[in-house]
């Protein structure tokens, strides 16, 4: 069992940042996923346990940046030049490796809400 807790949430200006945190009770393959109201859950970006392999869904790339520090067990998630359509909950997910991350991931965060303003 993996436990994981966000944090960074918030409200922005459009073009502005922010940076999400997800901690993790252990060292795991994680990722972030987001959703907004009356939308699927949308795959943000996912990051191996060594960080070698990283992932990003296409509406992002570009403009967010995952990362992790593994001394910490957390994984960052850098978001700029943030846009309205970014406004969503976001996700944290971990699971053995980052293809897991994408596609099944089994351990879930409780969510942070991200919300950009026009």
């Known amino acids: 069992q993996v436990q994981l807790v966000e944090s960074g949430g918030g409200l922005v200006q459009a073009g502005g940042s922010l940076r999400l945190s997800c901690a993790a009770s252990?060292?795991?393959?994680m990722g972030w996923f987001r959703q907004a109201p009356g939308k699927e859950r949308e795959f943000v970006a996912a990051?191996?346990?060594?960080?070698?392999?990283?992932y990003y869904g296409d509406s992002v790339k570009g403009r967010f940046t995952i990362s992790r520090d593994n001394a910490k067990n957390t994984v960052y998630l850098q978001m700029n030049s943030l846009k309205p359509e970014d406004t969503a909950v976001y996700y944290c997910?971990?699971?053995?490796?980052?293809?897991?991350?994408?596609?099944?991931?089994?351990?879930w965060g409780q969510g942070t809400q991200v919300t950009v303003s026009s």
């Open positions: 990051i191996s346990s060594g960080g070698l392999s990283i």
């Open positions: 252990g060292r795991t393959a």
């Open positions: 997910a971990a699971d053995a490796d980052s293809v897991k991350v994408r596609t099944s991931a089994r351990y």
